[in-house]
């Protein structure tokens, strides 16, 4: 079961669902989106046009937008994606049904660090790995 909990989604006059995630950081770009490096948007638009929120009829995801709201200069900011926002809801959802499929499979490891490239350098549970270990000269690369 998948399960979200929006920051917002309005739904415009004309029809269509606007699903918006508000960001203090820094804003996901649409190439991560469609990459699916930034998927939590794109899922929550997948639960909204099935109407899987609460007192929110399912409908047409017009538009998926990031509002950066700061407190600095300026204090917020809406940062609509460019991508089809139908498009990208079905895609994040084929994605994540792949991934379980992927995973469900007994002979699938489960990496220490999965997609390393795009690893934080810092993790509040880094400690509990044991990469340097497990790695061809002893010591972590990082």
Known sequence: TLTAKADRIERRA????????????????????ERGMAS?????AAI?????FAELP??????LEYWRVSGGEPPGERKPLKLEAEAEAAAALDGLRALIAHYDDAD????????SEWARRFSDYRHLSRVKEWGAGGEDEE
């Open 14 to 33: 004309g029809g269509g669902l606007v699903v918006i995630d508000y960001k203090t950081g820094v804003v996901p770009s649409d190439p991560e989106v």
């Open 48 to 52: 909204a046009r099935a109407g899987g």
């Open 40 to 44: 939590q948007l794109p899922l929550e």
């Open 58 to 63: 399912a409908g047409t995801v017009a538009r």
């Open 108 to 115: 699938t490891p489960y990496p220490a660090r999965p997609r």
